[in-house]
């Protein structure tokens, strides 16, 4: 099974808006409501920053959000802070296999 | 406060079998489901399995043939067998929490245990 596709790479200044894509199929990402997102700093485990598409764990920054449009969800992240800097990667239920979810492959997050 | 604990060795011989435990503290064992999570060196995530009280398991199918995840509720600890190892297996391994049968998303993580798989 194909990983969820997901940007290599994006930037933004403090302050601004990154927007992080996570695109799949309507057998995951776009038939159900299940997509979460996990940020990473280097050498750290990851940590839950949005699950079932928009909802943020208690102690999360409000300035974390998340959508879905069709077979694309995305990672929104407002008032860029030098802290945000990290991996983030999404993860989907799918109907197709057998696997609990799948992930994508990952974006790499740098504050200039 | 739900914490979880990796251990194991850090170095497996090639064809050897790695097998890791995770130990959780707060939480029981006997509900939720326990997941093993891999990342090979600079790479993504990989789901590898999971358990759920002891009489259901689920595996990827790109490696079901090598893995066994098995439970021991009295020591509230979970445990991750994978025979056969190569270097393809070396990564980072995590044990992390699913809460519910719907809840597709991992709310707890453990830190980590890095596994090299070498001669």
């Known amino acids: 099974q194909s990983a969820l596709t997901q940007p290599a790479s994006v930037s933004g200044s403090p302050g601004q808006s990154i927007t992080i894509s996570c695109t799949g199929t309507s057998s995951d990402v776009g038939g159900y409501n299940y997509v979460s997102w996990y940020q990473q700093h280097p050498g750290k485990a990851p940590k839950l920053m949005i699950y079932?598409?928009?909802n943020r764990p208690s102690g999360v920054s409000n300035r974390f959000s998340g959508s879905k449009s069709g077979n694309t969800a995305s990672l929104t992240i407002s008032g860029l802070q030098a802290e945000d800097e990290a991996d983030y990667y999404c993860?989907?239920?799918?109907?197709?296999?057998?696997?609990?979810?799948?992930f994508g492959g990952g974006t790499k997050l740098t504050v200039l | 406060q739900v914490q979880l604990q990796e251990s194991g060795p850090g170095l497996v011989k090639p064809s050897e079998t790695l097998s890791l435990t995770c130990t959780v503290s707060?939480?029981?064992?006997?509900?939720?489901?326990w997941s093993w999570i891999r990342q090979p060196p600079g790479k993504g995530l990989e789901w590898i399995g999971c358990i759920y009280y002891s009489v259901s398991t689920n595996y990827n199918p790109s490696l079901k043939s090598r893995i066994t995840i098995s439970i021991d509720m009295s020591k509230n600890q979970f445990s991750l067998n994978m025979s056969s190892v190569t270097a393809a297996d070396t990564a980072v391994y995590y044990c992390a929490r699913r809460r519910g049968g719907y809840d597709w998303y991992f709310d707890l993580w453990g830190r980590g245990n890095l596994v090299t798989v070498s001669s």
């Open positions: 993860s989907s239920y799918t109907s197709t296999s057998t696997l609990d979810v799948l």
């Open positions: 707060g939480a029981s064992t006997s509900s939720s489901y």
């Open positions: 079932d598409v928009r």
